[in-house]
């Protein structure tokens, strides 16, 4: 742009000629952007690792009982296989029934356990898509009535996906004691700031004329986003509601550490016991369900995309 | 012949341009009114004006002696039902089926619950039916509207306006979109309407020969402002090249003057 008004000649100059000079400055300027954003990058990535103790030197004690200083990294990497090993139980060929009946001893507990789980992710589920579709509409930019309902509207969905889950969790447990109450509220509430977000972003990208139809027929701003604005969202919500259900299960699988229902609890026992081949079981079982849940709810939610291309 | 529709020095600026400056028009029932001019004239600023879609910056706008620019409310949703309203791009929701694009004519009358949960009574599906049947599109009731033609759709928004139980029509554009053979449809469709009923139609439009052909009265605007009023025998072509600014077209051809492309929000379509 300004080397277009530099000189006059350019304006006799051929145009290919001056393409190739436009393209050397083109060229120029992206390697200044790119030295500059790998310069900055670099910068922060070593500031960070140094905040976050990756160049830490420590005292590792050794086989033999001496102590001697150490970088952190090396040291530590092996301890995580030990860790990782103490968890695997004995299991034998000759006696795999018997083994594998040791190793998941609890089953019946743990299947309760599951079965709550789940249900719990349902539950908050349910609740974050009502929380989240009702305040999705106040929340989009064009639908917002006024800035104070769009302002209101999503300061209350930050506020309910910025504090996570596990913190919702220890203070519903404060209020209405241990038990999958208190996680389907924490639940709940994270996924309504989580999906209001996300469905106020779909809406925000709709084509806003049948709402204009429906105002001139005299139609309320409720009348606008019923018929007008909720066809058109309806299947990006319900596949964005069915990511959010996976996302539960993993997520009340582990509320229940602080008491708040589910198989969470079980895995604070196990660690507290030091009873390390029940949590490769407990692992194994959450394992398990996050992958048939994922894989039914991918299923389901490439039938309802499908079912849109063939009306 | 009693005027319905008075406008009184309406104008309507955004930021520094003047849609609609100063205008003064009334229309008498029953009329059938075109509208014609250059893209960005201001006629749909001036039909966006009447329906209230857009306030006034000033002027007022009164039907059958009531002030429709101080209305609010219930009573502005009940003004906007009995001045139905139809669009270039048809406004419909191509996602319901078509009946129920129709039913949307009957929100107005609604409460909050049958509303928002689509319940609508026999009374008013038999209307729908019947409005469908007059622009022959019963057989396609209950296919999703966006499925239909250009033209079929804009019948759909033509039977949704009059299920609006409308005294006056306003209808932007209606046609641009569409090709002649439907053209011709949609245009015969507002006739009816307007001979058989009654109803008074406002149409902005911008074929010269759809005008005359149809229009009791043609309404010409430039820059905001209305620049002709009469008949479409007094719509010389002296006065047609200043209606259209023709600056570097020595040859002007009245059967050529629908150079306007479609524009996507007709919001923006005010400038210059």
């Keep these: ?311 | 012949m009693t005027s319905v529709l008075t406008l009184r020095s309406v104008s309507r600026h955004f930021g520094d341009t003047r849609a609609v400056d100063d205008v003064n028009l009334s229309i008498e029932a029953g009329q059938f009114v075109g509208v014609i001019g250059r893209s960005g004239a201001g006629k749909s600023t001036m039909l966006r004006l009447i329906n209230r879609l857009i306030d006034p910056t000033t002027g007022s706008i009164s039907f059958e002696g009531v002030e429709v620019t101080a209305l609010k409310g219930r009573a502005l949703r009940d003004w906007r039902r009995s001045c139905a309203m139809i669009f270039q791009q048809f406004n419909l929701v191509d996602r319901l089926d078509v009946l129920t694009n129709v039913l949307i004519g009957r929100l107005a009358e609604h409460g909050f619950l049958s509303s928002m949960t689509m319940r609508f009574s026999d009374a008013e599906r038999t209307m729908a039916i019947e409005a469908l049947d007059r622009l022959d599109l019963v057989p396609q009731a209950l296919q999703r509207a966006g499925t239909l033609s250009g033209g079929q759709q804009q019948r759909v928004a033509i039977a949704k306006a009059l299920v609006q139980n409308p005294k006056i029509m306003l209808a932007d554009e209606p046609i641009a979109s569409l090709d002649p053979a439907n053209a011709t449809l949609v245009m015969d469709g507002l006739r009816a309407i307007n001979k058989d009923h009654g109803i008074t139609v406002l149409v902005n439009l911008h074929t010269l020969d759809t005008a005359r052909a149809y229009c009791d009265r043609i309404i010409a605007m430039r820059q905001g402002r209305v620049f002709f009023d009469g008949t479409a025998a007094q719509l010389t072509d002296d006065v047609v090249r200043d209606i259209y600014g023709t600056e570097g077209l020595r040859e002007f051809n009245a059967a050529v003057t629908s150079t306007q492309t479609i524009t996507g929000q007709p919001t923006t379509s005010i400038s210059a």
Excluded at chain 1, 85 to 103: C, F, H, Q, R, S
Excluded at chain 1, 159 to 185: E, H, K, N, Q, Y
Excluded at chain 1, 247 to 265: K, P
Aim: charged share 15%; glycine share 8%; with cysteine.
């Design chain 1, 1 to 311: 742009m300004t080397l277009a008004q530099t000189s006059d000649a350019r304006a006799y100059a051929p145009p290919i000629a001056v393409f190739e000079q436009d393209y050397a400055a083109l060229r120029r300027r992206a390697r200044i952007t790119w030295a500059v954003g790998s310069f900055i990058f670099l910068v922060l990535f070593a500031l960070s690792s140094w905040l976050g103790d990756f160049f830490k030197i420590t005292q590792v004690s050794l086989a033999d009982g001496s102590r001697e200083w150490r970088w952190i990294i090396p040291a530590g990497i092996p301890r995580l296989g030990e860790y990782v090993a103490k968890t695997v139980p004995d299991l034998n060929w000759a006696t795999l029934g018997a083994d594998l009946a040791d190793w998941f001893w609890r089953w019946k507990i743990w299947l309760n356990l599951l079965v709550e789980t789940v249900l719990i992710a349902f539950m908050a589920t349910v609740f974050g898509v009502v929380g989240g579709f009702l305040l999705s509409f106040p929340a989009a930019r064009n639908l917002a009535p006024n800035r104070w309902v769009l302002w209101l509207s999503r300061r209350v969905l930050e506020i309910a996906r910025t504090v996570p889950d596990l913190v919702w969790a220890l203070i519903f447990v404060f209020c209405f004691s241990v038990g999958p109450m208190a996680g389907v509220l924490a639940i709940g509430l994270h996924s309504a700031g989580s999906l209001g977000k996300l469905y106020s972003e779909v809406n925000e990208n709709i084509d806003m004329r049948p709402l204009e139809g429906v105002k001139a027929a005299g139609g309320t701003w409720f009348d606008q986003i019923r018929y007008g604005a909720v066809p058109q969202v309806l299947p990006n919500i319900i596949s964005y509601t069915l990511l959010r259900f996976e996302i539960n299960v993993r997520s009340s699988s582990i509320i229940g550490y602080v008491g708040a229902g589910g198989l969470g609890q079980e895995f604070r026992e196990a660690m507290s016991l030091q009873e390390y081949t029940d949590l490769s079981a407990l692992f194994v079982i959450i394992f398990v369900t996050v992958i048939v849940i994922d894989y039914g709810s991918e299923k389901l939610r490439h039938r309802v995309i499908g079912l849109e291309r063939t009306p």
